[in-house]
């Protein structure tokens, strides 16, 4: 079974400042999706940025960026110029490519709650 | 619609009474997922929907829980005879072909 694992339980940043969130997984599986949700405390999932195992280059989405490690079965988070507004938990997740479409659950890690300091 | 919906946004109820907790996705998304989240922890995933179809309902964690969907549109999860430990936000998400998940903005369900 694939397991995702976060083990930083709080991180903080000065805003402006830049700050890295870890996650590893374990999974036998050369093929998958890895992905960073954002949970804001209204509650609602918003995803931040999507990894797709089969690139070698690393996802980019303005301010946040991925340092994938396939070999290491690394995916970490790297926000810069932090805000305000990125205060959050923030999910790490893996999802199965082998069913293909859109098909498969996600397996999340615990979280790590990020606060950004004025 | 604009996003994925859910209701009711809270509940509170007493141990021993069934819940229904309801899902519409967004409009023309096959999928649909439940996933559950206690408190502090990340989410567990629960059951799958393809169509109106439950290939996955691995992680529902006993006979209590149900779900179905109809109409390739709304689903209910259904909790009977709800203890303390279902305490919990439910969370629905639902996709298209393009692998992302949207997520609606969970029902917070508190069981006395």
């Known amino acids: 079974a694939q397991t995702v694992t976060q083990s930083q339980p709080e991180m903080s940043v000065q805003e402006a400042e830049t700050v890295t969130l870890s996650c590893t997984y374990d999974t036998s599986e050369s093929d998958y999706y890895l992905f960073w949700y954002k949970q804001p405390p209204s509650r609602q999932m918003i995803l931040v940025i999507r990894?797709?195992?089969?690139?070698?280059q690393n996802a980019t989405e303005n301010r946040f960026s991925v340092n994938f490690q396939k070999a290491a079965k690394s995916f970490s988070l790297k926000i810069s110029d932090s805000q305000l507004g990125d205060a959050a938990m923030y999910f790490c997740?893996?999802?199965?490519?082998?069913?293909?479409?859109?098909?498969?659950?996600?397996?999340f890690g615990k979280g790590t709650k990020l606060s950004v300091k004025p | 619609g604009a996003g994925v919906s859910q209701s009711p946004s809270n509940k509170v109820t007493e141990k021993g009474k069934d819940v229904e907790l309801r899902c519409d996705p967004i409009?023309?998304?096959?999928?649909l997922y439940w996933y559950r989240q206690r408190l502090g922890q990340g989410l567990e995933f629960l059951i799958y929907f393809q169509g109106n179809s439950a290939p996955d309902k691995s992680g529902l964690p006993s006979d209590r829980f149900s779900a179905e969907r109809t109409g390739e549109s709304v689903s209910t999860l259904t909790i009977q005879r709800t203890q303390q430990e279902d305490s919990a936000v439910y969370l629905c998400?639902?996709?298209?072909?393009?692998?992302?998940?949207?997520f609606g903005p969970g029902t917070r369900l508190t069981v006395l």
């Open positions: 409009s023309g998304h096959t999928a």
């Open positions: 990894q797709e195992a089969y690139k070698q």
């Open positions: 997740a893996y999802r199965s490519a082998r069913y293909g479409g859109s098909q498969g659950n996600l397996i």
């Open positions: 998400a639902s996709s298209s072909r393009m692998n992302e998940q949207f």
